[in-house]
């Protein structure tokens, strides 16, 4: 009766308290709810905190872990249980499943009954190793409990624990004055292996501490399974998805007997703890923080908006999250993280000597940049920095992989592409001095160019007569130049033998008759052809009419010369002529004059 | 001035007589013939791109046509070669997309809502006409009887040669630039012949067109300095030279300088120095021509031509020492191994592995241009009747083009068009005799003796002066109908043969778009095999947005185009260590390779199998090329040697080596295999070999899909184990196997260490 | 006590010093042997010692056997290479900093070590790393390359050894001048240059004659495009005989051939076209209208005879091909 009331009255707390960030289902599975009463106060701080527990036996067949291939529970704690097994829906397979679909499992051993073989596989799997024996309990002749075991040894008194690591958050601490002490009563040892590095141990045993199997005898002893701090007492794992496992070695430290029960610590080594006297252990407190760590109570991330946009010159842009920037660009990202403690989300704080990191990266990360906070809210802190992008284009990733032991993980990842510049963002080539020299090279060479032109089309004006000359003199004077280079295998076409080109002008005047018959090459660019002809052309005609025009001058002035011989010549021998008829004429006049008398 | 530009183009297949309409007419129905010749893969299968290289083109033309240009320009593609990406806007010929986009564009300014695809898909056919066109007005150029040029029209609109590259679909660079090739050597002759700027320009203007759509173009660019070369040697040098080429070299080069593909190179690497230096010296001929011009002195003469081969000696050392100070980069991997030709297997794995750089047997030759492999040679005889320039032309490109094609397959398509003109020269100048239907009256007996007695003064003389012997004798012509009508109508058969054999090639050998396979079932019904399509649909249907895709880089370009998938590699082999990256994770073991697949982000993986079809193009015959492109990068991690037996054999049945049974290829391939045949029956059909019953296991990567027929199968790359096992142990508790409890420890204990 | 201690302290380095010593004088006597003649000989005992445990340098040894007897073609062939590799190295670092001692053991000299390594084959590089010393490697076992692709390069070993002698210097291989190479080329150019010079009046006519250019640019084209090229680059064998004593001319199979099929095929090419060519020109010169007709007739069937046979060839090697003319079908 007065549970049931008792169980209204939690349910009704449970509104008003708080739950855990991943959901409040809670199932406990121990053999026979008559147990119930040995852990009342552990489950009552648990339906306190707001958990919806329900209880099940491992023989039960209507127990299942999984419901329409959805968890059916957000949370799972196994209570040893006395059977060897854990019965069809417990099997590793399962427990393993229920791990990556993002459950919590907390799991108590115990050295009064055998660990199902199950769970055994279970740990190996996570490379958590059990005593080879199965009823093997850890003792310690130097912190033991002085009350409950002062024979047996085998009830072990630990300070709360310490961090692991200078730079690691501890949840584990209560109030951090030290002098707690945990009851640590004939528990399971773990060894833990260095493969997995998902692995952290929250409680280790003490120096002095060792497991040990009561039912054998000293042999046992000399090779024990494992020694000191090598001996986990409490171990989690956390998954890649940040869903979390704990083995507590002795579920008898959850028992109500031990959570308000008083303990003096045994003259340890070295003679500390000379005249000890009774403590309360602070075993509810210590359970309450592995239990609430385990059942993402505290110690869990959460990221809020990741923004990540262009910065040019201080000026950001509006646009946030583009999908391409462009090499050598200013980028500013943030990013929003809060933690979760108990029944809130706070702002998140890495331990000093931790800091936040933002990788930029394709293949490797060709920047890893602390993130410093900016702007803190009621719930979150905002992680930002700002940094120029690799002057290499590709796919790259602003990537923060944040993993802590105790923290949930945190890996995101946003994928941008890094293009080359355009053919538009390059500087002009004005702007580059070393430039210069060329523009102005350019310059000159087109000035120069028009001016040649204007020039050369002023001359060919002048002389555009000789231009006049018709196409052949200059098929002639291709042929002459081929026949000069004498190397042509074909053109043997001209019947008339090497011309040399002085005798061109010869050639000019004998030539153009066989020219037509000669199949020669340069026939088939025959002057019919109607388009202007080109510089070079003009140039050899107008060389060749100059010539023509001297000669014809020479031509005449010797025409001239002959002539006047001619004539001189002419009228010398009419002079004779008229001589001799003189003659002539004296004699008949004699001849006249001799008749007449 | 215009009616000179436009009357070359006109002349002859217009014009007010019935003989220039009827060529048009026939110039037309050749490129219907040209087009429709095309059209096979169409009609059987659908309007869809072919093999791989058009995948890319296509999805470039895509981009170009949504974001316009100048984004295509600059464009950064960043769902290819993850996660480097490409610049793919600088590393493409853009001439093919812009093309097509113009075209695009310009239907819908006529309001023709067409789709882009089947513009690229119709490009190849629609410019084999053009080809034809162009192949016409080159061959006028060469020869006087205007039946050449028709017949070389015909011949290039169906020869295989050309078709093989050009069948509708088959969307690559090779669709528009053989009719630049064509038309640019048209324009080359064109301006040489007339020696005018104006054709120059043209020319320097269809080159850079040329240059921006393939990188064939250093054939172009190696030739035409070539002929220049020749015909200086044969003391041809002419104004009309020496503005034609300077003229298509200055304009030309600026042109093709514009491409960012290209930037540099021109004056750069050594493809393009011949151009340069041929250029040089037609300044150092020029010049002497011009002084000799001016000052009559044959000593003078003697001493510039000594002075001309001076310069040139030293500029050609200059040239050489540049090359090896490396300032001018050396010959580019793929055009070195043309002359040496062994280069290639030894130092560029990935250009040996091409099929299409792979040598030419001669049914090559006679599979892709019948008849006129044969007709070829008599028509270059044929050149050296008239040797003019355009004839010494064709006599260069003849023999450099057979040269190229006989190293690599793949430049069959630039000896084509020189086989079809001569051929067409040969032929049309043998129909020109026997078709003339006037016969010459037979010779009385007078005028024999008076031939014999007059023949010997003009035949010794023509023996002097005209080389060629079959030229010493008178033409006469053909006497007797008979003759006539028997060698015509064995020429018509031969041709009709050459139809009939084109249209068989084409419709058996090229129309396949190998995206799509068809096979023959028992009762002679056609039936395709889809699986392609299949797998590329399923990745684009099941798969993130940004899933990366791994596989051999043959796929990448119809993954990107099909899929639309990020690719680790594709058929641009830009990166040879990204590529062997690739090789080297498909062919080492699980372990090695699933942190290479976790850094390069691979969410698939996809292999091409064969076995069960006996599909020879699958994965594990390429498996050679992996694992030797792998070795080129890292000659330690990955052996060729470790994939042979010990007797030197390549096996995969349980005869395989260890190294081959690891690799990851191996397993992906046969996993699962067995467990489709009976046990003692699992056999592989592409290998001809009896697979053993125990198949491979996987652990990093899981099965995710496999095509109806088994040809592609895609493989999940897993995440790390949750709780932080090794894959294999994971796997092999996933399979119910428990871990083994050390019970007893040997050694020293294994200490935790914080 | 404190005394015993520290007299211990005192001999610690000098019993480290013992310990080192010989290895580093091993190595220099070693080193010094190298610099007169390397790479050095080795007979077992020589082998042994120079491998032996503790040693701060490594080994690279050539084992081979290079006696004709034995026919080991690929040892004769590396030889030199592998001569000129250590002689340039050890030239390279007098002061042996690469601490890199080049052997050769050959099988005659080294049967047992043949043996005791379980050698089949030869040749084989072994490169033994130090075990101790700043550049020890854990693993002891010597690594081995092995020649799988023919005779190596000395550069290529050069660039294999330098991959495991990381940290350490990699002497460049230093060819000798190829003297006799050098004056070789420069007779022959002078040679042609002077013959030239005697001979250009008489060859000038026949680098002119338009023929000759005709005849090799004909015969390079019918070459090439017969597939000698992919003689040339695939080694094909030049006939291969069938499986009953026979020749088979032809290859069977569309991609491949062999080099007198090739030869078959460019005659047929050449007579093909040769036929064309007369029936084009020379046929329309003869003057005697019989003499032509019986011409035309012969070209005409020459063609055809020849296209068929060629056709039927085709057939021969791509089967399903479905045209053929008479008289070959």
């Known amino acids: 009766m007065r549970w049931i009331l008792s169980f209204l009255l939690l349910a009704f707390l449970a509104t008003v308290q708080a739950i855990s960030s991943s959901g409040n289902k809670l199932l406990v599975v121990l053999e026979d709810l008559s147990e119930k009463t040995k852990y009342s106060k552990y489950l009552g701080d648990l339906e306190a905190r707001g958990f919806k527990v329900s209880y099940e036996s491992p023989k039960n067949e209507k127990l299942a872990l999984f419901e329409l291939g959805e968890r059916a529970y957000d949370h799972l704690l196994i209570l040893p249980p006395k059977s060897k097994g854990l019965g069809p829906q417990l099997t590793p397979k399962f427990l393993l499943d229920f791990i990556n679909a993002g459950g919590n499992i907390l799991l108590t051993l115990s050295s009064s009954h055998p660990t199902p073989t199950g769970l055994v596989s279970l740990l190996l799997e996570l490379d958590i190793h059990l005593p080879t024996d199965r009823t093997a309990l850890v003792v310690d002749h130097f912190n033991y409990d002085t009350l409950s075991a002062s024979d047996k040894h085998d009830v072990v008194l630990v300070p709360r624990p310490d961090a692991i690591r200078p730079d690691v958050k501890n949840f584990f601490r209560g109030d951090g004055k030290g002098g707690e002490v945990i009851a640590f009563p004939r528990g399971v040892g773990q060894t833990l292996g260095n493969k997995s590095p998902l692995l952290t141990p929250i409680l280790r045993a003490p120096r002095t501490a060792y497991s040990y199997n009561p039912k054998e005898d000293v042999e046992g002893v000399e090779d024990p399974f494992a020694v000191g701090p090598q001996l986990s007492l409490i171990t989690t794992m956390q998954a890649r998805n940040s869903a979390r496992f704990t083995v507590i070695g002795s579920s008898e430290m959850l028992e109500d007997a031990w959570f308000g029960g008083k303990v003096k610590r045994s003259v340890g080594l070295g003679g500390v703890g000379i005249g000890a006297k009774e403590v309360k252990t602070s075993n509810q407190a210590f359970a309450q923080e592995v239990t609430g760590w385990t059942f993402n109570e505290i110690g869990v991330l959460k990221v809020g908006k990741i923004e990540h946009h262009l910065n040019e010159g201080g000026a950001s842009s509006n646009i946030t999250n583009p999908k391409i920037y462009r090499v050598k660009n200013d980028v500013t990202y943030s990013i929003e993280l809060s933690e979760y403690s108990w029944d809130k989300w706070v702002p998140f704080t890495p331990p000093t000597g931790d800091v936040v990191q933002l990788e930029f990266s394709m293949l490797s990360p060709f920047h890893r940049l602390p993130l410093t906070p900016s702007t803190t809210t009621e719930t979150s802190t905002i992680y930002t920095t700002s940094f120029k992008l690799p002057d290499q284009h590709g796919i790259f990733n602003f990537k923060v992989n944040y993993k802590r032991p105790f923290l949930s993980n945190v890996e995101e990842k946003n994928t941008v592409t890094v293009r080359h510049f355009a053919h538009d963002e390059w500087p002009r080539s004005w702007v580059i001095t070393s430039a210069w020299p060329w523009i102005t090279g350019i310059g000159v060479t087109v000035t120069g160019w028009v001016a040649f032109v204007a020039l050369w089309l002023w001359k060919t004006a002048s002389n555009a007569a000789a231009v006049l000359l018709s196409g052949d003199t200059f098929t002639s004077e291709n042929l002459s130049i081929t026949r000069s280079l004498q190397s042509t295998p074909h053109d043997t076409a001209s019947p008339n033998p090497l011309v040399s080109s002085d005798s061109s002008v010869s050639m000019t005047s004998t030539r153009p008759s066989k020219q037509r018959s000669s199949p020669s090459s340069s026939q088939s660019s025959s002057p019919k052809t109607s388009n202007p002809p080109d510089r070079v052309e003009k140039r050899t005609r107008n060389t060749l009419a100059a010539r023509r025009y001297r000669q014809r001058r020479l031509d005449e002035v010797s025409g001239l010369e002959t002539q006047l011989k001619d004539t001189r010549s002419e009228r010398d021998d009419l002079k004779v002529r008229v001589a001799r008829l003189e003659g002539e004429v004296e004699a008949l006049r004699a001849l006249l004059a001799k008749r007449s008398e | ?754 | 006590m404190h005394f015993l201690k520290g007299l211990l302290l005192s001999l610690l380095p000098a019993a480290a010093f013992a310990a080192k010593k010989p290895a580093v004088d091993k190595f220099q006597q070693f080193h010094a042997k190298a610099l007169s003649s390397a790479p050095l000989k080795l007979d077992d005992a020589v082998y042994t010692q120079l491998t032996s445990a503790p040693r701060d340098y490594s080994v690279a040894v050539l084992l081979t056997a290079l006696e004709s007897r034995f026919g080991c073609v690929l040892c004769r062939e590396f030889q030199p290479e592998w001569d000129l590799l250590s002689r340039s190295w050890t030239k390279g670092d007098k002061q042996g900093d690469s601490r890199l001692v080049f052997g050769t053991l050959d099988f005659t000299d080294g049967k047992n070590t043949f043996q005791s390594l379980g050698l089949q084959t030869a040749p084989v590089l072994l490169l033994f790393q130090p075990t101790i010393g700043p550049h020890a490697v854990t693993e002891t076992g010597p690594i081995r390359y092995d020649f799988t692709n023919g005779p190596q390069s000395a550069e290529q070993v050069r660039s294999w050894i330098g991959r495991y002698l990381t940290d350490r210097p990699h002497p460049q291989v230093q060819r000798p001048i190829n003297w006799t190479y050098g004056i070789a080329v420069t007779t022959t150019i002078l040679g042609t240059i002077s013959f030239l010079s005697v001979a250009w009046p008489y060859a000038l006519p026949i680098i002119q004659n338009r023929n000759v250019w005709a005849a090799i640019s004909l015969i390079s084209i019918l070459l090439f495009t017969s597939g000698h090229m992919f003689n040339h680059i695939r080694k094909v064998p030049y006939v291969a005989g069938d499986g009953r004593g026979g020749v088979s001319y032809f290859a069977g199979g569309f991609s491949n051939q062999y080099g007198l099929e090739t030869q078959i095929v460019a005659a047929m090419y050449g007579l093909l076209s040769f036929a064309t060519i007369s029936l084009a020109l020379k046929v329309p010169r003869i003057k005697d209208p019989k003499t032509q007709q019986v011409a035309v007739l012969i070209w005409g069937g020459v063609i055809f005879v020849m296209y068929s046979f060629l056709l039927s060839v085709f057939r021969i090697k791509n089967g399903g091909y479905p045209f053929w003319l008479p008289p070959f079908s």
């Open chain 2, 1 to 754: 001035m215009s009616d000179t530009i436009v009357e070359p183009f006109l002349k002859g297949s217009t014009g007010r007589n019935t003989r220039g309409i009827l060529r048009l007419s026939i110039l037309v129905l050749i490129a219907a013939a040209a087009i429709a010749s095309r059209l096979f893969s169409v009609i059987r299968f659908e309007s869809i791109i072919h093999e791989f290289d058009p995948w890319f083109n296509f999805r470039a033309t895509k981009y170009l046509v949504q974001n316009g240009f100048y984004d295509f320009w600059d464009w950064f593609d960043d769902r290819t070669w993850h996660p480097l990406g490409r610049v793919t806007g600088g590393t493409l010929y853009p001439g093919l997309m812009v093309t097509s986009g113009i075209i695009y564009h310009a239907l819908r300014a006529l309001t023709i809502p067409v789709d882009i695809r089947n513009i690229c898909v119709l490009l190849a056919p629609g410019f084999s006409g053009l080809t034809a066109y162009a192949t016409y007005l080159f061959t006028n150029e060469m020869s006087t009887s205007p039946s050449a040029g028709l017949l070389a029209a015909a011949f290039m609109g169906i020869a295989p040669g050309y078709i093989s590259r050009s069948v509708a679909g088959s969307y690559d660079n090779e669709a528009i630039a053989i009719f630049l090739l064509v038309f640019t050597f048209f324009l080359w002759i064109k301006a040489l012949k007339v020696g005018s700027v104006m054709w120059g320009a043209l020319c320097a203007l269809f080159y850079g067109y040329m240059v921006s759509a393939w990188g064939g173009y250093v054939f172009i660019t190696n030739l035409i300095p070539l002929h220049v070369f020749v015909l200086v040697c044969m003391g041809r040098f002419s104004p009309r030279l020496y503005v034609s080429y300077c003229t298509w070299y200055a304009l030309g080069t600026l042109a093709s300088m514009q491409i960012p593909f290209v930037g540099f190179l021109p004056i750069r690497s050594s493809e393009h120095m011949s151009a340069l230096g041929v250029f040089g010296l037609l300044q150092l001929v020029g010049f002497v021509e011009f002084v000799r011009s001016g000052v009559p002195s044959k000593q003078f003469a003697t001493l510039l031509r000594g002075f001309v081969l001076a310069v040139f000696a030293i500029a050609f050392g200059g040239l050489v020492l540049l090359t090896v100070s490396g300032v001018i980069a050396p010959w580019t991997g793929r055009f070195y191994s043309l002359w040496d030709t062994g280069y290639a297997k030894i130092h560029i794995p990935i250009i040996a592995s091409v099929s299409e750089h792979q040598p030419t047997a001669w049914p090559a030759f006679f599979f892709d241009l019948n008849l006129l492999i044969w007709l070829f040679p008599a028509g270059v005889y044929l050149c050296f009747l008239k040797l003019a320039d355009e004839q010494v032309f064709v006599v260069v490109y003849a023999i450099l083009a057979s040269y190229f094609s006989g190293v690599m397959v793949r430049l069959m398509l630039t000896l084509t068009p020189i086989v079809c003109v001569a051929a067409a020269l040969v032929l049309s100048h043998l129909l020109d005799t026997y078709l003339s239907i006037k016969s010459p009256s037979a010779p009385t007996d007078a005028d024999i003796d008076a031939a014999s007695n007059a023949a010997p003064a003009p035949s010794k003389k023509a023996a002097k002066q005209d080389g060629l012997r079959a030229m010493r004798e008178p033409l006469v012509g053909i006497y007797t109908t008979f003759s006539k009508t028997s060698v015509v109508s064995a020429l018509t058969a031969y041709l009709l043969i050459f139809v009939l054999h084109c249209t068989w090639v084409t419709s058996n050998a090229y129309s396949s778009p190998s995206v799509v396979l068809a096979s023959r079932m028992p009762d002679g019904s056609q039936h395709i095999i889809d699986d392609y399509r299949e797998a590329y649909q399923w990745l684009r249907q099941n798969t993130k947005e940004d899933a990366k895709i791994m596989s051999w880089w043959d796929y990448g370009y119809q993954i990107g185009g099909m899929a639309d998938r990020p690719t680790l590699v594709d058929n641009n082999t830009w990166n040879n260590t990204h590529i062997a990256t690739v090789g080297k994770a498909m062919s080492s073991s699980e372990e090695v390779s699933y942190p290479i697949m976790r850094q390069h982000e691979v969410d698939y993986v996809l292999v091409v199998f064969g076995g069960l079809l006996g599909y020879s193009g699958d994965d594990i015959n390429k498996f050679l090329w992996m694992v030797r492109i792998a070795e080129g990068i890292w000659p330690d991690e990955v052996k060729e040697r470790d994939f042979f037996t010990e007797r030197g054999e390549y096996r995969v049945d349980e005869g395989a080596t260890e190294t081959m049974k690891k690799s990851l290829m191996y397993k992906m391939s046969y996993y699962n295999y067995n467990a489709l045949f009976p046990p003692g029956q699992c056999q592989d059909r592409v290998r001809g070999v009896k697979m053993p019953d125990q198949g491979p296991v996987l652990n990093t990567v899981e099965e995710a899909f496999t095509s109806e027929n088994w040809i592609i199968r895609i493989y999940k790359v897993k995440d790390l184990d949750n709780v932080g096992r090794d894959h294999a142990a994971a796997a092999s508790f996933e399979r119910g196997n428990k871990k083994k409890k050390t019970t007893k420890r040997r050694g020293p204990k294994v200490l935790r260490v914080e």
